[in-house]
């Protein structure tokens, strides 16, 4: 059964501190991966997408990684803001005909001053 | 550009009652998608188009669901009759392409039905 699974559920850090979303998904075959970004009461941003053959991937503070292998990503924030509070999602398409999305459930970040 | 338009941002409605939910895609974007995020199953995908045409609607919950895009700058989600577990955010998206392209989102529209 395709799958994805995001941990941590929610997560709280202090300004300026790096963390780790992590992604692991069961989705086959694999096509891609995305990382978006929601904040409260908007619709998801995309921050990056990533293919079979790509390990990382940076927008800005954001960095994902891909290990297709082991079937598992990270979203990495590097000196985190207060305007990174937000939840992760991660979304695998599966390499079919259309684009079948599998969602994850999302972490929900919180950055306090 | 305005990005992806939804309509209405909230709507309140009563059970039985028929609703119908609007989205203009990016122009020049050829894919349109409809979800809809709870705080239980949270964003799932109910129906996506290419160049107008229905490619995939198996995440529509059930007949009383029904979507359709008459040209390339609008789409409908329908739902007649509502019922209080419809109650979520719906979301529209569009893409350059189906495949591996950027998804831009809409502010979504809030349905509460009583």
């Known amino acids: 059964k395709n799958q994805v699974e995001q941990s941590p559920q929610s997560l709280i850090i202090l300004e300026g501190k790096n963390c780790t979303l992590q992604?692991?998904?069961?989705?086959?075959?694999?096509?891609?991966l995305r990382w978006y970004k929601q904040d409260t009461g908007r619709g998801p941003v995309s921050l990056t997408i990533?293919?079979?053959?790509?390990n990382t991937k940076s927008n800005g503070r954001y960095t994902a990684t891909l290990d297709a292998d082991t079937k598992q990503s990270s979203l990495h924030i590097t000196a985190s803001q207060l305007s990174d509070s937000a939840s992760y999602i991660c979304?695998?398409?599966?390499?079919?005909?259309?684009?079948?999305?599998?969602f994850g459930k999302g972490t929900t970040l919180s950055v306090s001053s | 550009d305005a990005g992806v338009i939804q309509s209405p941002r909230h709507e309140v409605t009563e059970m039985g009652q028929e609703v119908t939910l609007r989205c203009k895609p990016i122009s020049g974007h050829n894919s349109l998608f409809w979800y809809r995020q709870t705080m239980m199953r949270g964003l799932e995908l109910l129906i996506y188009?290419?160049?107008?045409?229905?490619?995939?609607d198996s995440g529509m919950p059930e007949d009383r669901f029904s979507a359709k895009m008459p040209n390339a700058s609008f789409s409908t989600l329908k739902i007649q009759p509502s019922e209080p577990r419809d109650s979520a955010v719906y979301f529209c998206?569009?893409?350059?392409?189906?495949?591996?392209?950027?998804?831009?989102f809409g502010p979504g529209t809030r349905l509460t039905v009583l």
């Open positions: 990533m293919t079979f053959s790509e």
């Open positions: 188009f290419n160049n107008n045409v229905p490619i995939d």
């Open positions: 979304v695998v398409s599966a390499a079919q005909a259309g684009t079948a999305l599998i």
């Open positions: 998206a569009s893409s350059i392409r189906l495949a591996s392209d950027t998804q831009y």
């Open positions: 992604c692991n998904y069961t989705v086959s075959p694999f096509s891609n």
